[in-house]
């Protein structure tokens, strides 16, 4: 089992910046892909980022590309989601979310451990 943790959520202005955390436990870090996803009221939850189990490699949606940053510290079992020039349509509970697999990772579905979620609010 691999516990995920988010936090820094809240409420910012359009333009703003926020970053969030993802604290994991219960398994080595280093062996998971993790990915974010978001999910706002009515909508379907949508894939933001990912990030391969070095580091090495991200992926990311096109509606956050150059905006939002994914990135890892494998000695702290952390996983971060800056978010920067924040839009009132990135309002949404943000998850993060652990696979083995490196495959599909744009894919919820696939992802095996989830977090609660943290909510990011963008005023306009």
């Known amino acids: 089992q691999v516990q995920l943790v988010e936090s820094g959520g809240g409420l910012v202005q359009a333009g703003g910046s926020l970053r969030l955390s993802c604290a994991a436990s219960?398994?080595?870090?280093?062996?998971?892909?993790m990915g974010w996803f978001r999910q706002a009221p009515g909508k379907e939850r949508e894939f933001v980022g990912a990030?391969?189990?070095?580091?090495?490699?991200?992926w990311y949606a096109d509606s956050v590309k150059g905006r939002f940053t994914i990135s890892r510290d494998n000695a702290k079992n952390t996983v971060y989601l800056q978010l920067n020039s924040l839009k009132p349509e990135d309002t949404a509970v943000y998850y993060c979310?652990?696979?083995?697999?490196?495959?599909?990772?744009?894919?919820?579905?696939?992802?095996?451990?989830w977090g609660q979620g943290t909510q990011v609010t963008v005023s306009s």
């Open positions: 219960g398994r080595t870090f280093s062996n998971y892909a």
């Open positions: 990030i391969s189990r070095s580091g090495s490699s991200t």
């Open positions: 979310a652990a696979k083995i697999s490196m495959v599909q990772v744009t894919l919820s579905v696939k992802y095996d451990y």
